[in-house]
């Protein structure tokens, strides 16, 4: 099982907003829309932001999103604010044997 | 409130056998639906997942590394282990542990601090 496929770096100003894709297979992300997505500032673990796709954890700003198309699925960033720069990785269930599959991990830079 | 801390050793010689436990609180894993589930990251890198166990004792693992895990737990204890033999140093990472979320149950909504293990000899 490989690692789902991300950019390396995504940058934006304050207050735009900016699309983190993750490029899956049909055995993970496009066939199964339980995709979540976690922040992880340095030093820190992972924090949940995004799970099954769409949903958003109790406490996580409503400036977050996610969607999926085919085997790419994609975590929008709008309102960008200085405290999102940080590493986002996906993670794409991938079948009850394999369970998940991370992706490759972007950094988020707020210019 | 759910927490999780993982504990083990620091440092390990290639061809060891690692051994860490993750102790956590807020929650049972003699409760239906609820999982453990072990995540790497070596430094600078990307997230791995390792291995998962159920509350039913089912266990899952990586593929690429299912012969080297070995993932049990003691109930009572409220501690979930995780082995990993022939040690590398490929194999230097934090570790996490993770409650396995509610719903599809594919994500981790709760995570320990993570370990750092350096594998050197």
């Known amino acids: 099982q490989s690692a789902l496929t991300q950019p390396a770096s995504v940058s934006g100003s304050p207050g735009q907003s900016i699309t983190i894709s993750c490029t899956g297979t049909?055995?993970?992300?496009?066939?199964?829309?339980?995709v979540s997505w976690y922040q992880q500032h340095p030093g820190k673990a992972p924090k949940l932001m995004i799970y099954?796709?769409?949903k958003r954890p109790s406490g996580v700003s409503n400036r977050f999103s996610g969607s999926k198309s085919g085997n790419t699925a994609s975590l929008t960033i709008s309102g960008l604010q200085a405290e999102d720069e940080a590493d986002y990785y996906c993670?794409?269930?991938?079948?009850?044997?394999?369970?998940?599959?991370f992706g490759t991990g972007t950094k988020v830079t707020v210019l | 409130q759910i927490t999780l801390k993982e504990s083990g050793p620091t440092l390990v010689k290639p061809t060891q056998t690692l051994t860490l436990t993750c102790t956590f609180s807020?929650?049972?894993?003699?409760?239906?639906?609820?999982?453990v589930g072990w995540i790497r990251q070596p430094p600078g890198k990307a997230l791995e997942w390792l291995a998962l166990?159920?509350?039913?004792?089912?266990?899952r693992y990586s593929p690429s590394l299912k012969s080297r895990l070995t993932i049990t737990k003691d109930t009572s204890k409220n501690q979930v282990v995780l082995t990993m033999t022939n040690m590398d140093p490929v194999d230097t990472a934090t570790y996490y542990c993770?409650?396995?979320?509610?719903?599809?149950?594919?994500?981790?909504?709760?995570w320990g601090q993570g370990t750092l293990v350096t594998v050197s000899s």
């Open positions: 993670c794409s269930y991938a079948g009850s044997s394999t369970f998940v599959v």
């Open positions: 993770a409650h396995r979320g509610g719903g599809s149950g594919s994500y981790f909504d709760y």
């Open positions: 807020g929650f049972s894993l003699s409760t239906s639906g609820v999982g």
């Open positions: 049909s055995s993970d992300v496009g066939s199964y829309n339980l």
């Open positions: 099954e796709g769409s």
């Open positions: 166990i159920y509350w039913d004792d089912d266990k």
